[in-house]
Every structure is written in structure tokens, then in C-alpha cells.
């Protein structure tokens, strides 16, 4: 029999056709030597004995590296065919924060989204008010835009980053992707893709000429809403450096418990979204077909505006679905009246959660006052069904 190897020196061995389904549970597991753990320990500890000179790939103090995070970091590379590990963040905004850092000089032009991630549009918001960067925000949807938004012209300089969310964090916008990293990659415009939503299993970016991907972990990656972490997935070893230096002198480093935990959770993210998936599209479909019609979002629907790019550029339509209700006040009252769904923020995990996102005072106004993102988990579709279409009967005054 022969037993694929999977080193724990990511890149080196790990054979490139495992499916990613077989990767996620199989790779991280250390060298396979008689009487190894079969799952990593978890290595509390601040400090690493030694004394002299250094060699390279000695561990000496945790802030700088700890053997908890390597599973990890080898595990989600390997699924977005990265060639070097990833690097594991405090949080995703902590990756995201550090990707924006290390990827574009300070003074330099941010070509960014109007919709995405509310937190990320206000980090954008926070580096120009303080003058660290010109913040040119376009409209994604409309690609000739974004592609004459990243060249020098006249005065003005050429985009060093450009920020891609697709789909895009609530409005479900899958973007073109392949135009737009031709288009950065000619301009000499470094290009980021937040890949929370599609997870490795939808999208990977870097086979597309993305630089960079970051990860919220906190969401479908770890899976089951205990943990919050995040990563950055570089394409080379250079940029690897960077951000491993950036997260030591910067100190937003994991925690080995945490970390543990995303592997744990890692392993089941292909069980765990092709259900959520199924459950999503099925849902989707249902809202859609509802007599008195709200306004269904999803890429997976056929007359969804972003279907037949979802259908060209992704391999899964994804397990979040929007809803707009028209009014804020309506939709809240669903959310209200949901007794299985949760109520709160946050997507991914295994239950299924539901929130109007226009509640927090930073979501940008483009998102309507009456939606409502629901992250579709992995329960019985039936029982996910009868709460949500009699939460929309009772918030509507139908029973
Ligand atoms: C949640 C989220 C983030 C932020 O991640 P945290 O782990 O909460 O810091 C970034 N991008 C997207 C698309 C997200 O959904």
C-alpha cells in the first residue's frame, strides 16, 4: 500500500494531486515516526531552551514561531495551492491588517471595494484618514472601472494594491476575477483576495495570479463559531518573510489552543460546506419560489445577476444567502421570530445564524436597510425551512 506522504515541510513532498478533500484531513500530521501523535500536540509554552548561535528553523521564543500553528498554516496552503505555508493570525482582520502593510508601501494608492467586509471598508476608511494611503473605492461589479482604476495616469500613480472580495461580504458580488488579476498583474497593482466566503473549496485566487489570499479562520475554515483567527496565504517565500516578520514585531500571533482548534475544525470543512451548500441552494431556491417574493440573493440561482460568472469562476455557489425584506423594521421581526436559526453575527459555523447586517452602524449604506444575511449551517434543510418561512409569515402579519 503505498500511504501518501504529506511532510511536514509544506511544499516539499505533498503531492499535488490530492484532492482537497483527502488533503484537508490528511496533511499536518507531523512525520509519520513510530509512537508520533497522530494529531499535533498543543505547545503551551513562551520560550524554547538553547543557548549559542542559532540554526535556521530553531524555535527560541513564541511570539516568533510555535509548532502549534505549522499544522495549520501547511494545511490551509495546501488547499489553496500555495507553495509556502500560510501565516496564522490573531484574527482575520489581523491578516487582513498586515496584508495591507506588508503589500503596500506607505503614500501608495489602495484601489478597494465600495462593498466588502464592514470592517475591512473601515480599515481602508482609518489608513486615509490618517494619511497613510489614497483610497480610490469602486464599484467591483463593473469591471472596466476597476481595470482603469489600477495604471498610472497622468499624475496619478499606479494602484499598489488592489482588494478583491468575491463574493463579496453581504451583497454576494462574485467579481471577474481572471480580467481583473490579468489587468493588476499588468499594472504592477498587487492583488489580495479575501477568500472567507468561498472558502478554498470555491475559489483559490492564487491559481488565478492573485499574490495574496487572506482568511478569516474564524468562519467556515475552523467552523463551529469558537474561535476566532486569521491567516494570510502568500504566494512566495519573500512575501512569507514579511509577513512572518510583520506578525512577530506586530504581536498579533495565535493562540496554540486556537490553533488547534482551526485544525480540528479544518479537517471537516469538506463534509461540513458541501452540506451547508446543499442546504443554501435549497433554501435559496424555496425563498425565491415564495408567492409573495422577497429578494433572494444567491449566486446559484439562475436569474442571480452574478450566476453565470459564479458558474464560469467558482466551484460551489456557497452557504450564505441574503434576503431583502424592503424595511428594516420587517426584517427584524424575522429575525425575531426565528426560534432555530441564532441570531447574531458571524457566518460558517455549523448552526445556522441570521442577521440584518445594517444594525452596526459601520455597514455601508449600499447594503439595504432590510436585508438580512443568513449563513446557512449544516441542520436538516426541512427544520431550517419551516422556522424561516414562519418567521417571514409572523414578521409580515400573514399568521
Ligand atoms: C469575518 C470576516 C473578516 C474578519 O475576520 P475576523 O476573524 O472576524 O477578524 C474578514 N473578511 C470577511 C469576508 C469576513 O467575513
Redesign the pocket.
Known amino acids: 500500500m503505498t500511504v501518501p506522504s504529506v511532510a511536514p515541510s509544506p511544499g516539499s513532498s505533498t503531492p499535488d494531486a490530492l484532492s482537497p478533500y483527502t488533503r484537508m484531513v490528511a496533511a499536518g500530521r507531523g512525520d509519520g515516526s513510530p509512537s508520533s501523535p497522530v494529531n499535533p500536540p498543543i505547545t503551551m509554552t513562551s520560550t524554547y531552551r538553547g543557548q549559542g548561535t542559532f540554526s535556521p528553523g530553531d524555535h527560541v521564543y513564541a511570539r516568533s514561531s510555535n509548532p502549534s500553528w505549522e499544522p495549520f498554516e501547511e494545511v490551509l496552503a495546501g488547499l489553496e495551492g500555495a507553495d509556502v505555508p500560510a501565516v496564522l493570525f490573531s ?4 491578516a ?1 491588517s498586515a496584508a495591507v502593510q506588508v503589500c503596500a508601501p506607505e503614500g501608495s494608492r489602495l484601489v478597494v471595494p465600495q462593498v466588502a ?1 464592514n ?2 471598508v473601515a480599515l481602508f476608511d482609518d489608513l486615509e484618514s490618517r494619511g497613510r494611503y489614497r483610497v480610490d473605492r469602486i464599484d467591483f461589479t463593473d469591471t472596466d472601472t476597476v481595470v482603469a482604476a489600477l495604471g498610472e495616469d497622468g499624475d496619478r500613480p499606479a494602484a499598489s494594491l488592489i482588494w478583491l ?1 468575491s463574493p463579496s ?1 453581504p451583497m454576494l458580488e462574485v467579481l471577474d476575477l481572471p480580467r481583473i488579476l490579468e489587468a493588476a498583474r499588468a499594472a504592477g497593482t498587487t492583488s489580495v483576495a ?1 477568500n ?2 468561498a472558502t478554498p473549496l470555491g475559489a483559490r485566487p492564487l491559481s488565478r495570479g492573485a499574490d495574496v489570499v487572506v482568511h ?4 467556515f475554515l475552523a467552523g463551529h463559531s469558537d474561535v ?3 491567516a494570510v496565504v502568500p504566494s512566495t517565500a519573500a512575501l512569507r518573510e514579511e509577513l512572518v516578520g510583520h506578525r512577530t514585531m506586530h504581536g498579533a500571533i495565535a493562540g496554540p489552543f486556537e490553533a488547534w482548534l482551526a485544525l480540528r475544525g479544518v479537517r471537516t470543512l469538506g463534509v461540513r460546506f458541501d452540506r451547508a451548500q446543499a442546504n443554501a441552494a435549497e433554501l435559496a431556491r424555496r425563498l425565491h419560489d415564495l408567492p409573495t417574493g422577497v429578494g433572494v440573493r444567491y449566486p446559484g440561482l439562475p436569474d442571480d445577476p452574478h450566476h453565470a460568472l459564479a458558474v464560469r469562476d467558482l466551484d460551489g455557489f456557497g452557504a450564505i444567502v441574503t434576503l431583502d425584506l424592503g424595511d428594516a423594521a420587517v426584517a427584524d421581526r424575522v429575525v425575531e421570530a426565528t426560534r432555530l436559526w441564532v441570531p447574531a453575527t ?2 460558517g459555523g455549523v448552526e445556522s445564524l441570521l442577521e440584518r447586517r445594517r444594525r452596526h452602524a459601520v455597514e455601508p449604506a449600499v447594503v439595504p436597510e432590510g436585508l438580512i444575511r443568513l449563513s446557512v449551517g449544516i441542520e436538516d434543510v426541512e427544520d431550517l425551512w419551516s422556522d424561516l418561512s414562519r418567521a417571514i409569515e409572523v414578521a409580515r402579519g400573514e399568521v
Open positions: 484574527s482575520g482582520m489581523a487582513i467586509y470592517t475591512s472580495e461580504n479575501d472567507t466566503f478569516s479562520v474564524t468562519k476566532v483567527l486569521g458571524s457566518l
